[in-house]
Nanobody
Framework: QVQLVESGGGLVQAGDSLRLSCTAS????????MGWFRQAPGKERELVAS????????YYVDSVKGRFIISRDNAKNTLYLQMNSLKAEDTAVYYC????????????WGQGTQVTVSS
């Protein structure tokens, strides 16, 4: 059974930074594409960033390019999202997700962590 546990959310001011972490178990982490999604109130869940199983293929949604950095530590089965220059519009629940292997068929989700940015 895949388990994804996020941590690192909180309440910050605009311009501040946060780092989210996601610890995974029950899967072969090093060969799984991982990603971060977010969902703001009244909006659909969107893919924020994803990273391929060897870290070589990285995607960012346009709104976070240049501010967020996704990374992974395969030795620790942990995914990270460094969020810099946070804006009020980044306020959302952030979810860690695991794909079905090296592709992008998202199959497993964490419980989510709240990020609130005050302006």
């Amino acid at each position: 059974q895949v388990q994804l546990v996020e941590s690192g959310g909180g309440l910050v001011q605009a311009g501040d930074s946060l780092r989210l972490s996601c610890t995974a178990s029950g899967l072969t982490f090093r060969s799984t594409t991982m990603g971060w999604f977010r969902q703001a109130p009244g909006k659909e869940r969107e893919l924020v960033a994803s990273i391929g199983w060897i870290g070589g293929i990285i995607y960012y949604v346009d709104s976070v390019k240049g501010r967020f950095i996704i990374s992974r530590d395969n030795a620790k089965n942990t995914l990270y999202l460094q969020m810099n220059s946070l804006k009020a519009e980044d306020t959302a629940v952030y979810y860690c997700a695991a794909a079905d292997g090296p592709g992008t068929d998202w199959r497993s989700w964490g419980q989510g962590t709240q990020v609130t940015v005050s302006s």
